[in-house]
């Protein structure tokens, strides 16, 4: 009953969410509801059993890729009257585009049979027998279905070229640093145990004594208060 | 699970990591180096898919067969042959990065993926893997306006023909309750008609795989694309992917959708007819080359579909023997316009060849040769890619098909053979000839240009290859 | 009573008062969060610290909350109203409800679940989300770059963090937290795996957003960075949240690699303690790092951050989970 109840407020939101996505006017808020389309759809996958690919839905999707989204919605600067601007001219042919498009969904939809099976394979993703959804998941990706897992790999791998490729650029002049060699340097800092209640006064600003360095003036040490030590 | 079968893609792909990892490493260029790797890979490549026994492998998600053999030695042999082609004119333009070959090398991957496919996701990733990489090189030339624009529009209309793509994979998946090649052929074989899902899938994936092929009704983004790409990329483009992308159609409507012949064959036919048509007719006025290339291979893409819509051995035949002729003579088309410059700036417009036939007369024959093989004037080689698929038009009774298909070869011939008029007729321009010729793209003139003379004379065992690729798929 | 215990009533009372016998202490712990971090830096920089309120300043936690109840809520004008009120609360809540799964003891969790270092990831891949809409509904440049940055850090800081909970995992065979303490009986994971431990702290420190990688809320160049217009009890619910989110990971550092309950050696006079409060000193030894890390380090520059994260971080752990991989493999004692 309680799993029922769940469902259907899950459910509800998620849909509620998806029609927001679209319907809002403000980009970031569209992208917000998406966000919590995604957080209800992985709540639906922890009704239905996969608890798996719920937590991985919302680590990835909502915790990566729609926090970039957001970026890029939230950086750019669109202006909404120049986005409506076309939508009078292409409402004709974009309705009748989609129309076909209903029409035939609706066509398809009229010779759909459910298979007898259908209703015992639902909410039961695991292949049974004790394996956990992730090990089943697992199972699929890399042992049965290997080859695509590591073609998707390697699609991912040339769209992080191309990425590379179409947008950095090696200024001339920029100075650049080099840690190794900072960290490696050694000497120039010291610390050092100082007498306690004891002021300035009495004590001065307490340097190294460098070699090469010039000595600093004593004009200078009266703005500098020893904030460095 | 029978891996070492994928052998010839496993080793291009590692192939592909090593180079791109040594290429990356020293401070210097290494442009040359990564491509001369790449162009070695391919052909090492080539050499495995010669060595590889048939079967299916992998879940039964990969397949070798002599149609996949046949194709994938074509498309190896045009991305090294268009790898030569950028080698001199990257370097000119300052293309010369290393990420060139290796995503090059990643498309040709890619394209094996496609044409080994024995199951629908295999068939979407080696899409993918083909087309994520030559949206980059589109834009390749990344300061330049109409590169970056080339690539973003091939990048969108590519995505939207993904999406047609996997919707109708999703609702044959929905329907068929499989993805397998093999199991889908099963399913559609049982006598009684099959679900209106299905066939509405069926339109969905031709439709998302007539636009890779750049046929029309989905050809709209091939002039752009290529006129504003930079010019090896364009040669690229028109020669091994699109071998990939028309194996990989014949592939999906002759493999699990063989039995729906009747449901696909009219949205073939009207795709070859429309293409022959708009590849004669859009071309004419055209006065840059590399949109003429373009209107000129939507029509090449609507001959070949002819052998792919009669449905026959013989017209398999013909599209297999099609497409090759097709790359060897687009490769040599392309080996001139890419050392097309005058006084070192690449030019592309047809005038800026006038006069070619009085300050390079050799360059101006070869010229000649590819022209009037493209327009199919026997006895060059294009002429007999044509006659195949004629001929299996005319045996298999699609007389609309031969008849207009005829006629577009006339109509086209105005302009193939304009260009050879401007070459030998028209005076060079003041600013003089073009320049010099480098050696690399010389000499992928003369191979591909003496294939197109001497095809003629002993086609048997092309024809032969051919013949058995296409009695592999038809089986 | 077992009737009513077993009614649907009765479940969610038991559970509200699970729920209340974690989340009271973990408040009052916040509370005492603040007062020892500012004692701490104080001892370490020869101060004194609060010392007015109560005896050892020990009142001064609850005179902080009492001046924050009472001052005025400021909603910027041109602000989205809605998200700039939620933000906080959303940052405050993600903070609680990780706390959920966290087995104080051996089972002591209120939800003892299959997935739970996933959840725990999944929660606090979320709290970026607190940050960014704060930033973004307050419509001010100063916070909106704080937001930025700040998303940014945890984004990607969270990779390599990733791999690490990967690593336990494989080492484990289960991402059942209390399955994740149970295989450390005899030896704490931060010996075999110290490299990843470390690399986990670090991370920790970058996700909580805690010195030395508090420049989205550095104050000398962003005003305090995403929470600059924030004001009164919304003021309050950030920092309470960013304390618990601080406790929380040193919570999951404990849990990872310090073996959770178990004492030191089981033998006699440490297994006398019980297992929670091994647990509790656990986390305040990683807590008193964070506090120890914060008067030692300066800050760091934002490329300098990113390249920690992307350059030595992500590849380091990448290479070291292979490597903990194949030695499972190759030695045989990767869990089934």
Known sequence: MITAAAFYIFAFVLIAAATMVVTSRNPVHSVLFLILAFFNAAALMLIAGAEFLAMILVIVYVGAVAVLFLFVVMMLDIDFARLREGFQRYLPIGGVVGLILLLELALVIGTWTTATEASDLRLAPNPGGGVSNTKALGQILYTDYVYLFQIAGLVLLVAMIGAIVLTHRRRPGTKRQDVAAQIARSGSVNLEQVPTGVGIGELGIRRPTLPEAPKPKQVEHADHHGGHH | MNWTLALPEIALACAGLVILLVGVIPGRNTFFGCTMAVIGALLLAAVLVLGQPEGTALGGLYVADAFSGFMKILALLGAALGLVLALDFNRRESLDRFEFPVLALFATTGMMVMVSANDLMAVYMGLELLSLPLYVIAAFDRDNGRSAEAGLKYFVLGALASGLLLYGVSLVYGFAGTTNFDRLADVFSGNGGVPAGVVVGLVFVVAGLIFKVSAVPFHMWTPDVYEGAPTPVTAFFAAAPKVAAVALLARVLLGPFGDLAAQWQQVIILASLGSMLLGAFAAVGQRNIKRLMAYSSIGHVGYALMGLAVVSDEGLRGLAIYMLIYMLMNIGTFAILVGMRRRGRAVERIEDLAGLGGTDLGRALWMTVFMFSMAGIPPLAGFFGKLYVFLAAVQGGFWTLAVVGVLTSVVSAYYYLRIVKVMFFDEAPAEGGLDATTPGLAAVTATTGIFNLVFCLYPAPLLLAAGLAAAALLG | ?336
Not at chain 3, 151 to 171: D, H, N, P, R, W
Not at chain 3, 191 to 198: A, C, S
Not at chain 3, 231 to 256: P, R, V, W
Not at chain 3, 302 to 311: A, S
């Open chain 3, 1 to 336: 009573m077992d009737g009513f215990l077993s009614t649907p009533v009765g479940i969610l009372a038991i559970t509200v008062a699970q729920t209340l016998a974690l989340l009271v202490p973990v408040l009052i712990a916040v509370a005492y969060l603040t007062l020892a971090e500012r004692k701490v830096l104080a001892a370490m920089q020869m101060r004194k610290g609060p010392n007015v309120v109560g005896p050892f300043g020990l009142l001064q936690p609850f005179a902080d909350a009492g001046k924050m109840l009472m001052k005025e809520t400021i909603i910027p004008s041109g602000s989205s109203r809605l998200l700039f009120i939620m933000a906080p609360m959303l940052t405050f809540l993600l903070a609680m409800i990780a706390w959920a799964v966290i087995p104080v003891q051996d089972g002591w969790a209120i939800a003892d679940i299959n997935v739970g270092i996933l959840y725990l990831f999944a929660i606090s891949s979320l709290g970026v989300y607190g940050i960014i809409i704060a930033g973004w509904a307050s419509n001010s440049k100063y916070a909106f770059l704080g937001a930025l940055r700040s998303a940014a850090q945890m984004v990607s800081y969270e990779v390599s963090m990733g791999f690490v909970i990967v690593t336990v995992i494989l080492c484990v065979g289960s991402q059942n937290l209390s399955d994740i303490v149970r295989a450390q009986e005899n030896v704490w994971f931060f010996i075999p795996l110290f490299p990843m431990f470390i690399i986990f702290f670090v991370s920790t420190l970058a996700e909580t957003n805690r010195a030395p990688f508090d420049l989205p809320e550095g104050e000398s160049e962003l005003v305090a960075g995403f929470f600059v217009e924030y004001s009164s009890m919304s003021f309050a619910l950030f920092f309470l949240g960013e304390y618990a989110n601080m406790i929380l990971m040193s919570a999951l550092t404990t849990i990872l690699f310090l073996g959770g309950w178990h004492p030191p050696i089981h033998a006699e006079p440490f297994t006398w303690i019980p297992g929670f409060v091994w647990f509790a000193l656990k986390i305040c030894l990683c807590l008193f790092v964070f506090i120890w890390v914060r008067a030692t380090f300066p800050r760091y520059r934002y490329d300098q951050l990113m390249r920690l994260g992307w350059k030595v971080f992500l590849p380091f752990s990448l290479l070291w989970l292979v490597i903990t991989a194949a030695v499972l493999k190759l030695t045989g004692w990767l869990p089934a």
